[in-house]
């Protein structure tokens, strides 16, 4: 990869990591430089529009990473539980790694930034909107109906970034698992094939 593109993408995941560690507001330019080791005109070059357009970019990367993930569990886990279950154990690996720090690659900086920053909304909106489907094309390979499949594809979305939460708060994995292990159930029952 050329040095010029490194560098942009070397912006970008600096920009990710601090965005998710300590917030998109606490974080500053010069953090992401110094993170990123990329020379300061490459930020305003590769960013023109500061720092909100900088966000998107990190949003949209944080989410692809995420994204890559459970495309590649569900090729050894094709079932809707099974991915669910996967994706259970691999963010909890992400979190004790790094003791309880990171969360949801992308909820810190929307919390602070949506619906305000219409870039960075429509950003978080196409992660989720894919993380969603994934689910839901698991579910519908089941036997799910496609209302049964987008509407438990949201609900496990909805409790995996609010059992992240009470994960990091209780410094333990086992909220992520207890609320995947009930979403599954709730799955097998809307599946006639598991």
Same mark, same amino acid.
């Given at each position: 990869?050329?040095?010029?593109?490194?560098?942009?993408?070397?912006?970008?995941?600096?920009?990710?990591?601090?965005?998710?560690?300590? *917030?998109?507001? %606490?974080? *500053?330019?010069?953090?992401?430089?110094?993170?990123? &080791?990329?020379? &300061?005109?490459?930020?305003?070059? =590769?960013?023109? &529009?500061?720092?909100?357009?900088? *966000?998107?970019?990190?949003?949209? =990367?944080? !989410?692809?990473?995420?994204?890559?993930?459970?495309?590649?569990?569900?090729?050894?886990?094709?079932?809707?539980?099974?991915?669910?279950?996967? +994706?259970?154990?691999?963010?909890?690996?992400?979190?004790?790694?790094?003791? =309880?720090?990171?969360?949801?690659?992308?909820?810190?900086?929307?919390?602070?930034?949506?619906?305000?920053?219409?870039?960075?909304?429509?950003?978080?909106?196409?992660?989720?909107?894919?993380?969603?489907?994934? +689910?839901?094309?698991?579910?519908?390979?089941?036997?799910?109906?496609?209302?049964?499949?987008?509407?438990?594809?949201?609900?496990?979305?909805?409790?995996?970034?609010?059992?992240?939460?009470?994960? %990091?708060?209780?410094?333990?994995?086992?909220?992520?698992?207890?609320?995947?292990?009930?979403? !599954? *159930?709730?799955? #097998?029952? #809307?599946?006639? %094939?598991?």
């Amino acid at each position: 990869m050329p040095a010029a593109s490194q560098h942009r993408l070397n912006i970008i995941r600096a920009a990710a990591t601090l965005f998710r560690k300590q *917030g998109y507001a %606490r974080t *500053g330019l010069n953090d992401i430089l110094a993170e990123s &080791k990329a020379p &300061k005109g490459s930020l305003y070059h =590769y960013f023109p &529009k500061g720092k909100e357009q900088l *966000g998107e970019e990190a949003l949209r =990367y944080a !989410a692809q990473q995420a994204t890559d993930t459970l495309v590649s569990l569900r090729a050894d886990n094709p079932s809707a539980p099974a991915l669910l279950m996967a +994706f259970a154990n691999q963010l909890i690996q992400w979190l004790e790694a790094s003791a =309880y720090q990171d969360g949801c690659p992308m909820a810190t900086t929307i919390l602070e930034t949506v619906p305000r920053a219409s870039g960075l909304t429509a950003a978080a909106q196409k992660g989720f909107a894919a993380w969603s489907d994934i +689910f839901a094309q698991a579910l519908l390979a089941d036997g799910a109906t496609p209302t049964d499949a987008q509407r438990l594809a949201r609900l496990t979305i909805a409790t995996l970034e609010g059992s992240l939460i009470q994960a %990091r708060v209780e410094q333990s994995g086992q909220p992520i698992i207890d609320s995947a292990e009930e979403v !599954a *159930g709730l799955m #097998r029952a #809307r599946t006639p %094939r598991d």
